[in-house]
């Protein structure tokens, strides 16, 4: 039971380890830059009375939401800078995620060690000498300490 155990703490622990440099690897390749915030993309009325918005067609405009010391703003961001907004938060996202994959990986390779050491841990049993007395296994507290 105890064996059993063991080996499979020792197989967590080692196929984690073994997954590790991949996934370390995989951060360290990205060169960036990258955008930490949300792109959003809203409906907006310009509100003109004969434009196609006051129908319901709204207009779609691109926003970066991020967060500034604690507080959330929202940027426009122009048509024509769309694309790499977009990319740069994505590729913020996916390494994030990558991240969370490579924390999980870490726990997953330190349980396999809590477990593998618990599993290997046995408790002292004091040998008995010659006589069969048991030895004591540390010294006794004196309870009078101060007389
Ligand atoms: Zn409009």
Same mark, same amino acid.
């Given at each position: ?46 509100? !003109? ?93 004196? !309870?009078?300490?101060?007389?």
């Amino acid at each position: 039971m105890m064996r059993k155990q063991a080996s499979h703490s020792r197989r967590r622990l080692l196929d984690s380890a073994r997954e590790l440099p991949a996934r370390a690897e995989e951060l360290a390749a990205e060169r960036g830059p990258l955008l930490k915030g949300a792109f959003q993309l809203r409906g907006t009325r310009c509100g !003109k009375d004969n434009c196609k918005c006051s129908r319901g067609e709204l207009h779609t405009t691109a926003v970066l939401v991020v967060s500034e010391d604690g507080t959330r703003r929202s940027y426009y961001v122009r048509p024509c800078e769309r694309p790499e907004v977009q990319r740069r938060v994505e590729r913020y996202l996916r390494l994030r995620s990558k991240r969370l994959e490579l924390s999980k990986l870490c726990d997953e390779l330190l349980t396999g060690a809590d477990d593998l050491l618990d599993a290997l841990a046995q408790p002292h049993i004091p040998q008995r000498d010659k006589e069969g007395l048991k030895r004591p296994s540390r010294p006794r507290a004196r !309870k009078n300490k101060n007389r």
